[in-house]
């Protein structure tokens, strides 16, 4: 366990147990992996803000959406999953507060766009796929089993040109993630070298990576470490739905990658592994491997809600986001 997830478990547990009104009197305890754990609520649905249990429930079942570790909610208060949902669900439907969230990031936004892909659709999408398989994985199952983004806005971009051109934001969100040192594409290779999930992998994205605008084809190896690994197909899937945007209900133009990471997450962020430029940081080696950087930003959940912060009809989620992810009280 990483010094960052420890410091996390330990300030959840006493949550938990100091200020029961953030899971709503739910103990700890619950398993994960067959073992109680404290960090593990009893109560799953508790691990959610109040105000959008039962909206995702519905978003969810409606939309075919696979759970992180199972067909319902985790009770696991260190899900990634359930840090996107409670940063992003609540104003999902909130055209003004996705619009300022856009303008934070850029103020070339104009804004957001309704996904029509979706059944309950809003403003921000949850476990996107595409509507054609594009990376060679099979089927589209939202959440699961092939390459999804966490979260999707889909906005109207102004160009310098006056020019206004709709742009996908992809979001990728990390919490208490970190990774080792393990290269994907030899997974099982001792055992079966020409059949291996490894060369699975190879055979699924090479080619793409090859022809790819963005990534950098002769750093080809280090795209099978995580957690570039990840964002290589993040990126690929970017880049196929601007390709192919004739033959899916969202169509767009161009695309922006965000990558929502706790600035206190050093073991993601400052990993000292042996990268390819094994002396920087997780975002600039990702950097170094990108032909545009600038469609690549890294940034942390509060910068990401900042726009929200004065805001009057929202200063509940944010105390709320404040007191269960932002504050660090666990030395």
């Not at 709709?166 to 979001?171: F, K, W």
């Given at each position: 366990m990483s010094k960052y997830t420890e410091r996390q478990r330990r300030k959840t547990i006493g949550l938990i147990s100091e200020n029961p009104n953030i899971f709503d009197g739910t103990s700890g305890g619950g398993k994960f992996a067959?073992?109680?754990r404290g960090f593990v609520l009893k109560v799953p649905i508790n691990n959610l803000y109040p105000e959008i249990r039962k909206p995702v429930e519905e978003y969810f079942e409606k939309n075919a959406i696979s759970h992180w570790g199972g067909r319902a909610i985790t009770g696991h208060t260190l899900s990634s999953q359930v840090a996107c949902l409670n940063h992003l669900f609540a104003i999902k439907d909130d055209v003004a507060a996705v619009t300022s969230?856009?303008?934070g990031i850029s103020k070339d936004f104009v804004r957001p766009v309704k996904i029509a892909s979706d059944k309950l659709p809003g403003y921000i999408q949850f476990e996107a796929v595409s509507d054609r398989q594009y990376l060679n994985e099979g089927p589209l199952t939202r959440g699961t089993q092939c390459t999804s983004i966490d979260a999707l806005i889909y906005a109207d971009k102004l160009m310098a040109n006056k020019e206004t051109r709709?742009?996908?934001?992809?979001?990728e969100w990390k919490y208490t993630e970190h990774y080792?040192?393990?290269?994907?594409?030899l997974e099982g290779a001792k055992?079966?070298?020409l059949n291996c999930k490894g060369e699975v992998r190879k055979k699924r994205y090479n080619a793409l990576i090859g022809i790819s605008d963005q990534l950098k084809s002769d750093h080809i190896g280090w795209f099978y470490y995580e957690p570039f690994y990840q964002l290589m197909r993040q990126t690929l899937w970017g880049e196929q739905m601007v390709r192919h945007k004739a033959l899916e209900r969202v169509k767009a133009d161009e695309y922006l990658h965000l990558h929502v990471v706790p600035d206190a997450n050093e073991d993601l962020l400052r990993n000292t592994r042996p990268y390819p430029y094994s002396k920087l940081s997780m975002e600039s080696t990702w950097n170094a491997l990108l032909k545009e950087p600038g469609k690549y930003i890294r940034l942390s959940p509060e910068k990401l809600l900042k726009p929200l912060m004065s805001s009057a009809?929202?200063?509940e989620l944010i105390s709320y986001l404040r007191r269960r992810y932002w504050e660090t009280?666990?030395?």
């Open positions: 067959g073992k109680p969230l856009l303008k709709r742009c996908l934001v992809l979001i080792g040192n393990t290269d994907k594409s055992k079966d070298p009809r929202h200063k009280n666990a030395s």
